[in-house]
């Protein structure tokens, strides 16, 4: 929840690379079991081998930021 409030969002590879967390999902599902309201959004970017790849991006309802 602090990744999000300083930086607006988190991606699952952010969650990992960053954070050192592996199940995000059970955090995010965690959170919104506390009563946070989190809101899922599919972005769609191309990955480094020139693919289009679709992710999803937690962030705090209310607070967000563009990956």
């Given at each position: 929840?602090?990744?999000?409030?300083?930086?607006?969002?988190?991606?699952?590879?952010?969650?990992?690379?960053?954070?050192?967390?592996?199940?995000y999902?059970?955090?995010?599902?965690?959170?919104r079991?506390?009563?946070?309201?989190?809101?899922?959004?599919?972005?769609?970017?191309?990955?480094?081998?020139?693919?289009?790849?679709?992710?999803?991006?937690?962030s705090?309802?209310?607070?967000?930021?563009?990956?």
């Amino acid at each position: 929840m602090d990744y999000m409030l300083v930086h607006g969002s988190v991606t699952g590879m952010q969650s990992i690379n960053e954070l050192g967390v592996m199940n995000y999902k059970g955090r995010i599902h965690d959170l919104r079991k506390m009563g946070y309201t989190i809101e899922t959004r599919f972005v769609s970017r191309m990955n480094r081998n020139g693919e289009m790849k679709t992710f999803a991006q937690y962030s705090l309802k209310g607070v967000g930021a563009d990956v």
